[in-house]
């Protein structure tokens, strides 16, 4: 008994200052806040497992009641706005009144060519002349016909004058006098055949001359000397009559219906950088029923930049129109056409396709689809997708 008393004591006195008091009052109190302190940090991780467990089976936050994680998109109200009206056009270059030269005659073998291609020519210029050798030896045996058929008149003329101042005196009959006559008259009528004939000869020498129908700039010359032509021959030369030029402009079916005879155009050469001014003369009265297009002929004054199978845009006035008017970053395309995205009340974008007309210096104009009210995604719309929530932003708070 006394041998675990004595064990004890001297355990106890083994035991630090710092961890208890000799009666034990210090040591507990420490034990006691060490204890409070785990207790307090395993209620805070239980409350921070609970609210984790609760927000991630708690119902989700619909998507119209909270914005704030929705993407910022730029917006604007575009209204209408008159429009000047201007159709781009391509087209071809050609002779306005293109006039082919050939032969009129019976024709024969070139013998000099006057003119080249480029060249300007008047109204009769011998273009080209075809050997007339032949033919001037018929048109001198003609006029020597002539000379006989006159001296044949000259001898009927004298017999019927004599005959005249002997019938009084009874040696000719009166019938005598009327044969006289008829020879006479036969004689006079044969000196104006041959004169015909004569004509008729010229007149087919003269036709062995090429000569210009009408005032104009040469584009074409397909003869050359020593060749010989005919009638059957295709033409020989090829002449822009007046020198006048157009664009045969192809136009939609649509556009076409907005232009008018008259209404201007400025016309610029495929590799040049210098336009023309110039009139729409003639517009298509049918329409290409594979293209849909249909052609405005736009007249154009000589040029030697103008070169008839060369290639051309046209820009033609087509009046003023009220259109919405969107920058070319508001607009996108795909496969099924042309659209914008428009925000609704909800603020949803929403695909609305549009119809895209001309390209004006402000933007697109757009001629159907939108009424231009509209709150209309200005940038950006290409990462959107339909039905996508957004927070807008008009352009003028930005």
Same mark, same amino acid.
């Given at each position: 008994?006394?041998?675990?008393?004595?064990?004890?004591?001297?355990?106890?006195?083994?035991?630090?200052?710092?961890?208890?008091?000799?009666?034990?009052?210090?040591?507990?109190?420490?034990?006691?806040?060490?204890?409070?302190?785990?207790?307090?940090?395993?209620?805070?991780?239980?409350?921070?497992?609970?609210?984790?467990?609760?927000?991630?089976?708690?119902?989700?936050?619909?998507?119209?009641?909270?914005?704030?994680?929705?993407?910022?998109?730029?917006?604007?109200?575009?209204?209408?706005?008159?429009?000047?009206?201007?159709?781009?056009?391509?087209?071809?270059?050609?002779?306005?009144?293109?006039?082919?030269?050939?032969?009129?005659?019976?024709?024969?073998?070139?013998?000099?060519?006057?003119?080249?291609?480029?060249?300007?020519?008047?109204?009769?210029?011998?273009?080209?002349?075809?050997?007339?050798?032949?033919? !001037?030896?018929? +048109?001198?045996? &003609?006029? /020597?016909?002539?000379?006989?058929?006159?001296?044949? $008149? =000259?001898? @009927?003329?004298? #017999?019927?004058?004599?005959?005249?101042?002997?019938?009084?005196?009874?040696?000719?009959?009166?019938?005598?006098?009327?044969?006289?006559?008829?020879?006479?008259? !036969?004689?006079? +009528?044969?000196? &104006?055949? /041959?004169?015909?004939?004569?004509?008729?000869?010229? $007149? =087919?020498? @003269?036709?062995? #001359?090429?000569?210009?129908?009408?005032?104009?700039?040469?584009?074409?010359?397909?003869?050359?000397?020593?060749?010989?032509?005919?009638?059957?021959?295709?033409?020989?030369?090829?002449?822009?009559?007046?020198?006048?030029?157009?664009?045969?402009?192809?136009?939609?079916?649509?556009?076409?219906?907005?232009?008018?005879?008259?209404?201007?155009?400025?016309?610029?050469?495929?590799?040049?950088?210098?336009?023309?001014?110039?009139?729409?003369?003639?517009?298509?009265?049918?329409?290409?029923?594979?293209?849909?297009?249909?052609?405005?002929?736009?007249?154009?004054?000589?040029?030697?930049?103008?070169?008839?199978?060369?290639?051309?845009?046209?820009?033609?006035?087509?009046?003023?129109?009220?259109?919405?008017?969107?920058?070319?970053?508001?607009?996108?395309?795909?496969?099924?056409?042309?659209?914008?995205?428009?925000?609704?009340?909800?603020?949803?974008?929403?695909?609305?396709?549009?119809?895209?007309?001309?390209?004006?210096?402000?933007?697109?104009?757009?001629?159907?689809?939108?009424?231009?009210?509209?709150?209309?995604?200005?940038?950006?719309?290409?990462?959107?997708?339909?039905?996508?929530?957004?927070?807008?932003?008009?352009?003028?708070?930005?």
């Amino acid at each position: 008994m006394n041998y675990a008393t004595t064990i004890t004591a001297e355990a106890q006195d083994d035991i630090p200052a710092e961890v208890g008091g000799r009666d034990g009052t210090d040591g507990s109190s420490s034990r006691w806040k060490v204890v409070l302190i785990v207790l307090g940090g395993l209620l805070a991780l239980a409350l921070a497992i609970g609210a984790y467990f609760a927000l991630s089976t708690s119902e989700p936050v619909a998507a119209g009641d909270d914005n704030s994680q929705a993407p910022v998109v730029t917006v604007i109200a575009p209204g209408r706005s008159t429009v000047e009206g201007v159709i781009e056009a391509p087209g071809t270059l050609a002779a306005r009144r293109p006039t082919p030269v050939g032969v009129v005659g019976e024709g024969g073998r070139v013998t000099s060519v006057r003119v080249d291609a480029g060249d300007f020519v008047r109204q009769g210029q011998v273009l080209a002349v075809i050997d007339r050798s032949v033919q !001037s030896q018929q +048109a001198d045996a &003609q006029a /020597a016909q002539i000379e006989v058929a006159r001296a044949d $008149a =000259r001898l @009927a003329q004298q #017999n019927l004058d004599r005959a005249l101042q002997l019938v009084d005196r009874g040696f000719i009959s009166k019938a005598e006098v009327d044969r006289l006559t008829a020879t006479r008259d !036969s004689a006079v +009528a044969r000196i &104006q055949v /041959a004169e015909a004939q004569l004509r008729e000869l010229q $007149a =087919r020498n @003269a036709r062995l #001359n090429i000569l210009a129908p009408a005032s104009g700039y040469v584009l074409e010359r397909n003869v050359e000397p020593g060749q010989t032509v005919g009638a059957g021959s295709a033409s020989l030369f090829v002449i822009a009559s007046g020198g006048e030029m157009e664009l045969r402009a192809q136009v939609g079916e649509s556009q076409l219906a907005r232009l008018s005879v008259g209404v201007t155009a400025t016309v610029t050469p495929t590799g040049s950088e210098k336009s023309f001014e110039g009139q729409v003369w003639q517009l298509s009265p049918v329409i290409d029923e594979q293209s849909r297009q249909g052609t405005a002929r736009v007249a154009l004054s000589y040029a030697p930049e103008l070169r008839p199978g060369g290639f051309a845009t046209a820009r033609i006035d087509s009046g003023t129109m009220q259109a919405t008017v969107l920058p070319e970053s508001a607009v996108l395309a795909d496969d099924e056409g042309s659209f914008v995205y428009v925000i609704d009340e909800e603020n949803k974008a929403v695909r609305t396709p549009v119809t895209t007309g001309m390209v004006t210096p402000e933007g697109i104009a757009i001629t159907g689809g939108i009424t231009g009210n509209e709150l209309v995604v200005l940038r950006a719309g290409g990462f959107l997708n339909p039905g996508e929530v957004v927070s807008p932003r008009r352009l003028e708070e930005e």
